[in-house]
């Protein structure tokens, strides 16, 4: 499950609230000239606009963003002289809410009879290579399979890439 709506379209690009103002004064300039950019890269897509929210610049392009077009941008926001390159915190493609879920674990913690704790799944969920690139937006929920049974369901909501491909299904060995 993701987010629809023009969110594929963006590149964020976190910076200091001074580089944001500067930007934002100058904006349409830097559309235009942007748009310049990626013409003469030979990339077919446009910005259609940019914004700031907060301290993070919001550069909406025409067609679904992908990595090679984020570098393009953050070329073109190195070479700028009128922002601190060096006060740009981040540059990422937006990413869409999702969950993920897990079946068929146990509800008990091992050689006991206490329930699985959302703080113990958000440990280990952490610690595993599947979720190198996975931010967990939420706690996990944790529910019992059937009333009598000890095996539970539990999904946790978070940001993924922006085609999901972090949280596709994988086979995990425990």
């Given at each position: 499950?993701?987010?629809?709506?023009?969110?594929?379209?963006?590149?964020?690009?976190?910076?200091?609230?001074?580089?944001?103002?500067?930007?934002?004064?100058?904006?349409?300039a830097y559309v235009s000239n942007l748009n310049r950019f990626l013409k003469r890269?030979?990339?077919?897509?446009?910005?259609?606009?940019?914004?700031?929210?907060?301290?993070?610049?919001?550069?909406?392009?025409?067609?679904?963003?992908?990595?090679?077009?984020?570098?393009?941008?953050?070329?073109?926001?190195?070479?700028?002289?009128?922002?601190?390159?060096?006060?740009?915190?981040?540059?990422?493609?937006?990413?869409?809410?999702?969950?993920?879920?897990?079946?068929?674990?146990?509800?008990?913690?091992?050689?006991?009879?206490?329930?699985?704790?959302?703080?113990?799944?958000?440990?280990?969920?952490?610690?595993?290579?599947?979720?190198?690139?996975?931010?967990?937006?939420?706690?996990?929920?944790?529910?019992?399979?059937?009333?009598?049974?000890?095996?539970?369901?539990?999904?946790?909501?978070?940001?993924?890439?922006?085609?999901?491909?972090?949280?596709?299904?994988?086979?995990?060995?425990?």
């Open positions: 499950m993701t987010t629809k709506g023009s969110l594929n379209k963006q590149v964020i690009i976190t910076m200091s609230s001074n580089n944001s103002e500067k930007m934002i004064v100058k904006a349409n890269v030979k990339s077919e897509y446009s910005v259609d606009f940019i914004y700031t929210d907060n301290k993070r610049l919001l550069i909406t392009i025409n067609n679904v963003v992908v990595t090679s077009n984020l570098n393009i941008i953050k070329k073109y926001i190195k070479d700028l002289n009128d922002i601190d390159y060096n006060d740009i915190e981040s540059s990422r493609l937006s990413q869409f809410k999702s969950y993920f879920k897990i079946l068929s674990i146990s509800y008990f913690v091992e050689d006991t009879n206490l329930p699985i704790l959302s703080d113990t799944i958000e440990g280990i969920l952490k610690s595993t290579h599947i979720f190198n690139n996975i931010t967990l937006i939420s706690y996990s929920c944790i529910i019992k399979a059937l009333p009598k049974s000890n095996m539970a369901i539990i999904w946790v909501d978070i940001w993924d890439s922006q085609s999901g491909s972090n949280a596709k299904y994988q086979n995990v060995d425990q």
